[in-house]
């Protein structure tokens, strides 16, 4: 058979395979071009949004400073000698009047004795003196004595009674040398450690060393500078006294402790343009130590309405700050927005979106601005911890 032949005979199988191949093409190009279109779209990307809330809400600012002790005192010695007894263990809570170390009292309690014995003998040449001296005058009166006469005996009871005043003073000033003996807390608070020990010897003085410290713990004192425009906002009126302030340590996440500013100071440092600033809080569980780091915030007294949203859901693109809005036709838009302070897990948005608006909170790396998505609705993450400056839901 010829190459002919057997191109003839192939042909009708090869017509049918084109053929079937033509059909198909025209069944899914033409004949169903909704089957064709649905298997070639990808399902829609899901996303959670939560739709913009409103708070009252006040202005605040925070700032750093450190703790400090209201009242604080050094202990050095008023006498001179040996540490007899240590009356305290370090870091211990004491009363005002409280013992806390002895200095061997023996030398001054003699003095006092030796004192009070020149008080006596004082006061015996005082009687004779005034006696005599009434005396002189009752003589003087009938002639019996000299004007000289009469003159030194007034003469010597006045000396007499100096002699006594003078003797008093030196029994009262060894009395208060023997109390220096006894050394005790002038203030309430919590003593440092002993920095002198038993049977070391010390002395008074410019030179004298510091026994140890005592710091008052409750109330307690956090120092801080503001800057001019926190000061004319907040702190103007009667110089911040009573204005309500919160603290938060260094580990702390809230401001828990709430305080009230005691004082500022008279006037602005122009080098800085800060103004110092010192608020007082309670410390009844003494967990405050004067010198730790503290975070203050000082907030307004009037309260206005802005929009909150989920910190979580601000996306950052190099330096502008974004939502992404889900319109009611299920499409993504980008959205620019200047953001404020921080109420817990939200974030105030003072420009950019509206009340009502709906937010992507959850995919929003899923999420492209211009796509159309599934939106999930879900609550939008509320947690506002900071709500003493925060009013009730609108």
Same mark, same amino acid.
């Given at each position: 058979?010829?190459?002919?032949?057997?191109?003839?005979?192939?042909? +009708?199988?090869?017509?049918?395979?084109?053929?079937?191949?033509?059909?198909?093409?025209?069944?899914?190009?033409?004949?169903?071009?909704?089957?064709?279109?649905?298997?070639?779209? +990808?399902?829609?990307?899901?996303?959670?949004?939560?739709?913009?809330?409103?708070?009252?809400? /006040?202005?605040?600012? /925070?700032?750093?400073?450190?703790?400090?002790?209201?009242?604080?005192?050094?202990?050095?010695?008023?006498?001179?000698?040996?540490? /007899?007894?240590?009356?305290?263990?370090?870091?211990?809570? $004491?009363?005002?009047?409280?013992?806390?170390?002895?200095?061997?009292?023996?030398?001054?309690?003699?003095?006092?004795?030796?004192?009070?014995?020149?008080?006596? &003998?004082?006061?015996?040449?005082?009687?004779?003196?005034?006696?005599?001296?009434?005396?002189?005058?009752?003589?003087?009166?009938?002639?019996?004595?000299?004007?000289?006469?009469?003159?030194?005996?007034?003469?010597?009871?006045?000396?007499?009674?100096?002699?006594?005043?003078?003797?008093?003073?030196?029994?009262?000033?060894?009395?208060?040398?023997?109390?220096?003996?006894?050394?005790?807390?002038?203030?309430?608070?919590?003593? =440092?450690?002993?920095?002198?020990?038993?049977?070391?010897? $010390?002395? +008074?003085?410019?030179?004298?060393?510091?026994?140890?410290?005592?710091?008052?713990?409750?109330?307690?004192?956090? =120092?801080?500078?503001?800057?001019?425009?926190?000061?004319?906002?907040? &702190?103007?009126?009667?110089?911040?006294?009573?204005?309500?302030?919160?603290?938060?340590?260094?580990?702390?996440?809230?401001?828990?402790?709430?305080?009230?500013?005691?004082?500022?100071?008279?006037?602005?440092?122009?080098?800085?343009?800060?103004?110092?600033?010192?608020?007082?809080?309670?410390?009844?569980?003494?967990?405050?130590?004067?010198?730790?780091?503290?975070?203050?915030?000082?907030?307004?007294?009037?309260?206005?309405?802005?929009?909150?949203?989920?910190?979580?859901?601000?996306?950052?693109?190099?330096?502008?700050?974004?939502?992404?809005?889900?319109?009611?036709?299920?499409?993504?838009?980008?959205?620019?927005?200047?953001?404020?302070?921080?109420?817990?897990?939200?974030?105030?948005?003072?420009?950019?979106?509206?009340?009502?608006?709906?937010?992507?909170?959850?995919?929003?790396?899923?999420?492209?601005?211009?796509?159309?998505?599934?939106?999930?609705?879900?609550?939008?993450?509320?947690? +506002?911890?900071?709500?003493?400056?925060?009013?009730?839901?609108?």
């Amino acid at each position: 058979m010829t190459r002919q032949d057997l191109a003839k005979k192939a042909i +009708p199988g090869t017509t049918l395979v084109v053929a079937l191949a033509i059909g198909l093409a025209m069944v899914f190009a033409g004949g169903s071009p909704k089957i064709a279109h649905s298997a070639g779209t +990808p399902p829609f990307t899901e996303v959670d949004v939560a739709t913009v809330i409103t708070r009252h809400v /006040t202005d605040f600012e /925070t700032y750093s400073g450190r703790l400090q002790a209201i009242d604080q005192a050094e202990i050095r010695p008023q006498v001179s000698g040996a540490i /007899t007894a240590v009356h305290f263990h370090d870091g211990q809570l $004491v009363k005002k009047g409280d013992h806390l170390f002895t200095i061997d009292p023996r030398v001054y309690g003699a003095e006092v004795d030796r004192a009070a014995a020149q008080v006596s &003998l004082a006061k015996a040449h005082r009687s004779y003196a005034t006696a005599d001296a009434v005396r002189a005058e009752r003589l003087l009166a009938g002639n019996a004595i000299s004007k000289r006469d009469y003159d030194l005996a007034q003469n010597a009871a006045h000396e007499a009674s100096a002699n006594l005043a003078a003797a008093s003073a030196a029994l009262e000033l060894a009395r208060v040398d023997l109390g220096y003996t006894n050394i005790v807390a002038p203030i309430s608070g919590r003593v =440092s450690r002993a920095e002198v020990t038993v049977g070391n010897i $010390v002395f +008074p003085g410019a030179g004298a060393p510091v026994l140890t410290t005592v710091v008052s713990v409750s109330p307690i004192y956090a =120092s801080f500078d503001v800057d001019e425009q926190t000061y004319l906002n907040f &702190l103007i009126d009667n110089q911040g006294t009573g204005q309500s302030v919160y603290l938060g340590l260094a580990n702390d996440r809230d401001y828990a402790r709430k305080g009230v500013v005691d004082s500022v100071d008279n006037q602005l440092n122009t080098g800085s343009g800060t103004i110092r600033v010192r608020a007082r809080f309670e410390n009844a569980d003494g967990d405050l130590v004067p010198g730790l780091f503290a975070r203050v915030k000082v907030i307004g007294d009037t309260f206005h309405e802005a929009a909150l949203v989920s910190d979580a859901a601000i996306g950052t693109d190099q330096d502008k700050r974004f939502v992404l809005i889900v319109d009611e036709q299920g499409k993504v838009q980008y959205r620019e927005v200047s953001t404020g302070a921080l109420f817990g897990d939200l974030r105030v948005i003072t420009s950019g979106v509206k009340r009502g608006e709906k937010i992507v909170v959850n995919g929003l790396q899923r999420a492209q601005p211009g796509t159309l998505v599934k939106a999930n609705i879900v609550a939008m993450v509320s947690n +506002p911890k900071s709500d003493h400056a925060i009013a009730a839901s609108q």
